[in-house]
């Protein structure tokens, strides 16, 4: 063996064992939801059942609300989604197409926006939203949903747009159209892979959304699938951790599908600075 | 000429959306600040006017300052961690063969995929002191005795605890976005000064690092952001009920002052004071994306 393969050869073995480190936890979380009560209580833990089950999930998805709280989830998600998307697609049309006075004013305003913490909003937000009676509905948690999501979406489908050749748009003028015309006509199928990658991103991250949820809905039939999973540990003595990693698990699928849909276009939202655990 | 409004239209229907949905808000937030605005003034919509009182009383309060010396320390230990473990985690990359690199960047994958309130939850789990597995791992390790320990024990220790997390969870943004800027470094460079015999760390600092400093630069000031406004992992993983002014972060004591305690315009004043910091910190940012951005 040369000095070089030996030397990758070590790699290999630190990189397996970074692997096995960071994995462990989401590897955690599924054995153990498919774990017998009695394996998972012991001392020594168990690696791999021998005893597999489906008890926990049974038990996860028979937990009051759950079933409210993921429509409740899934109606906030979309509805965000389909806002952000529609609107900010015009926007960045404006942005990646167009120069015009305010358009610098316009960006930074757009990525200085992304840049405020939920936290900082949490008082605002409530206090408007009590005024308008928006508080405890989710039409309220869609609206500062899009706060995050209208901003990051311009930001993301600008990039898409400005990677469309010229010439194709060109071509479509002389033909008479309009401008805006030849855009919508021919470009938009072009542009349809970023709109999919930046619906994606913003689907991510209103479903992994929690300050704006905590703090705007109380009631329980009322919250998103994050606020039921964070009240799950209640204050009980003893926790069902089975079921808990079970609708763990449950919670994170739509997220890691989807995240496999993206990943060759997770360079895109990178550059918007967006998704993040 | 007609097509020179055009842009403006197209514009109109974020601006008016964000006007109302964020715009509005920030100018109350300046009122709110100057108000007394409690339960009673959320009911009647309507606050009272105290000048600047809320900012004295947060400006005077030795919770804030100490909130704010506590939450800078742990901006910068957690910046630099998750920026040097995934700069680490990059270079590895480089250097490891293919199947290796495709099995680090699935397992970089999966953990961006889990969402930061499940992960609060496996953490809970992983590190339960009945009989979390870490226990179990580090004292099969023979690491020392962590049978039954107690990972929350005190402030310092619930932090760290959250450093983990927010480290773990940050860990793959960082390192697939530097290894995408390493793919930038030219190879007969690096090849080149490794036969003029120069060492590994001066390539790196001479010939890698030039290279991946815009990402790097744009990186660090992301994640300095984003854990200076910390709060779903801090606020769940320490635990509601064991939130005191010991353990707060930024946004964990402008939750508990300004919400749970229902005084919003106290609140107002720590937010702002909370926003002015960071939007500081973030113009250094913006204006490299701006650079960014036109040179697309």
């Known amino acids: ?277 | 000429m007609a097509g020179a409004t055009v842009p403006y239209l197209l514009l109109l229907p974020v601006v008016l959306v964000m006007g109302a949905i964020l715009g509005y808000p920030i100018y109350n937030l300046v009122r709110l600040s100057t108000q007394r605005y409690g339960l009673f003034e959320l009911l009647q919509h309507h606050g009272i006017p105290v000048g600047l009182h809320n900012y004295g009383s947060v400006l005077h309060d030795a919770v804030f300052w100490h909130t704010l010396l506590r939450t800078v320390v742990f901006t910068i230990v957690n910046v630099g961690l998750t920026m040097g473990i995934g700069t680490l985690i990059a270079l590895l990359m480089v250097r490891v063969s293919a199947w290796v690199r495709i099995l680090l960047a699935a397992g970089l994958v999966l953990v961006w995929s889990m969402p930061p309130v499940v992960a609060v939850q496996v953490w809970n789990w992983m590190t339960n002191s009945q009989n979390g597995v870490l226990n179990y791992i580090l004292t099969e390790l023979r690491l020392g005795d962590y049978f039954q320990h107690n990972w929350y024990e005190t402030p310092f220790s619930q932090l760290g605890m959250v450093t983990t997390l927010v480290v773990w969870g940050a860990l793959p943004f960082v390192a697939i976005t530097v290894y995408a800027a390493l793919s930038q470094v030219p190879r007969d460079l690096i090849e080149a000064a490794e036969t003029d015999g120069a060492t590994a760390w001066r390539v790196f600092k001479d010939v890698t690092v030039p290279v991946i400093r815009p990402a790097l630069l744009i990186l660090t000031s992301l994640s300095i952001l984003w854990d200076f406004g910390i709060f779903t992992q801090a606020y769940l993983l320490i635990g509601p009920g064991h939130i005191v002014p010991e353990n707060y972060l930024m946004g964990v004591y402008l939750f508990q002052e300004g919400y749970v305690r229902t005084d919003f315009g106290r609140g107002a004043a720590i937010s702002i004071l909370m926003l002015v910091i960071v939007a500081l910190m973030s113009a250094v940012y913006v204006r490299r994306m701006l650079k960014l951005g036109d040179e697309a």
């Open chain 1, 1 to 277: 063996m040369t000095v070089r393969s030996a030397r990758r050869a070590g790699w290999n073995v630190v990189g397996v064992v970074l692997f096995a480190i960071m994995a462990f936890p989401v590897f955690w979380m599924v054995s153990t939801s498919f774990k017998p009560d009695e394996e998972i209580n012991s001392i020594t833990p168990t690696w791999f059942s021998a005893h597999p089950t489906l008890q926990h999930f049974r038990d996860a998805l028979a937990r009051p609300y759950f079933w409210a709280d993921v429509r409740n989830s899934i109606i906030v998600v979309l509805a965000t989604v389909a806002i952000a998307i529609a609107l900010a697609f015009l926007s960045a049309v404006a942005l990646a197409k167009y120069r015009f006075t305010g358009r610098g004013l316009f960006i930074v305003l757009i990525i200085g926006v992304q840049m405020l913490p939920g936290a900082g909003l949490i008082i605002p937000l409530y206090v408007v939203l009590a005024r308008y009676h928006q508080v405890n509905a989710l039409s309220g948690v869609i609206a500062t949903y899009l706060t995050f999501a209208l901003p990051f979406c311009v930001w993301m489908l600008r990039g898409f747009i400005i990677g469309i050749p010229k010439d194709l748009e060109e071509a479509a003028m002389v033909d008479g159209s309009t401008r805006l015309g030849a855009f919508m006509k021919i470009l938009l199928p072009l542009v349809a892979p970023g709109l999919v990658a930046t619906s994606v991103f913003a689907f991510i991250t209103s479903w992994n959304e929690y300050i704006f949820a905590r703090t705007l809905l109380n009631d329980q039939s009322r919250q998103t699938i994050t606020v039921w999973l964070s009240y799950f540990l209640g204050t009980g003595r003893q926790t069902d951790w089975g079921a808990l990693m079970a609708a763990s698990s449950l919670i994170s699928i739509p997220v890691v599908v989807f995240f496999l849909l993206v990943q060759k276009r997770i360079a895109f939202g990178l550059t918007a600075g967006a998704v993040r655990g």
